[in-house]
């Protein structure tokens, strides 16, 4: 059944992300996405989306899909004008991607092309209703297509400090919604009672719900992003289990495993984040049942 096909029924979603690489080495993206093929119901390519130069998403979800994986790809207006997101939107679907996420993506500063132009024609809402005009035949300009594109058109939800910027964030995620959004994927869950308070809300939207589940690799990285991302709410209870532990890395992949399984039932499905530990994700699925 198709990611989208799930999502409709209402069935557990599992989404996987992966980076391209920095060059064309495909091996190592290729070995990894075998490991978890048929344990995860979709791939999520990023497109360079930490400022980062890496291989396009659209190759990457090509690549996917020619493993026989179903591929979620990321788009953003930093780095093309609304021509190219168009023409990346039509390429997307002649090469069999039907799956999309409009993400707000990092500022150059952060990446390692730091001279480059910034472009952001589009915002995150022109983005989606510049797809949805696609979808009913008509570019931004309003000249008809030789034939309309098909997709589910997801968005992403920023991480919040407190309660102002959470009502910030839905906020803005009902505008994506309706210039056509029709899932949303969170920030980062590491306290699942505490992400109670803002899933009410957020099923308020009137659509799926996917919640990201990204993976501590140490104890130092806990603490770092404990103490310089206030939106993270990562606990201290939580840091000194992992310091704890007799073996850390274990104890990570436990968390996040633990983390899947405690939201099963609560939203419409997770997305992994690994950054760099594909070659984990299958321990992930291992420690979450699935």
Not at 76 to 88: H, I, K, T, V
Request: aromatic content about 4%.
């Amino acid at each position: 059944m198709s990611f989208q096909k799930r999502l409709a029924s209402g069935e557990f979603v599992v989404l996987a992300e992966m980076n391209t690489p920095k060059g064309v080495d495909i091996s190592q993206l290729i070995t990894n996405a075998r490991r978890i093929k048929g344990r995860v119901d979709a791939v999520v390519v990023p497109d360079m989306d930490n400022g980062v130069m890496r291989m396009s998403a659209l190759a990457g979800g090509v690549l996917m899909q020619q493993q026989g994986i179903e591929a979620v790809i990321h788009l953003y207006g930093r780095d093309r004008n609304r021509m190219a997101l168009q023409g990346d939107v039509l390429a997307a679907h002649v090469l069999g991607i039907q799956n999309l996420v409009v993400v707000h993506s990092e500022p150059m500063a952060n990446g390692d092309h730091r001279d480059a132009k910034t472009v952001d024609d589009l915002d995150e809402v022109g983005l989606i209703e510049a797809i949805q005009s696609l979808q009913q035949g008509k570019d931004l300009a309003g000249f008809d297509l030789e034939g309309a594109p098909e997709f589910i058109t997801g968005c992403t939800l920023s991480a919040y400090a407190d309660g102002a910027q959470m009502a910030a964030e839905l906020e803005h995620a009902e505008k994506k919604i309706r210039a056509g959004a029709r899932f949303v994927v969170t920030p980062p869950v590491f306290d699942v009672d505490r992400f109670g308070d803002f899933l009410g809300p957020a099923k308020a939207l009137g659509v799926p719900v996917i919640a990201t589940i990204f993976l501590i690799k140490s104890v130092g990285i806990a603490r770092y992003m404990a103490l310089n991302e206030p939106g993270a709410h990562i606990s201290e209870a939580l840091i000194q289990r992992i310091r704890k532990a007799s073996d850390r890395e274990t104890e990570c992949l436990k968390i996040a495993g633990e983390t899947i399984a405690a939201l099963k039932g609560k939203v419409a499905g997770v997305k992994i984040e690994t950054h760099g530990w594909e070659h984990r994700l299958a321990s992930i699925l291992d420690y979450a049942g699935m």
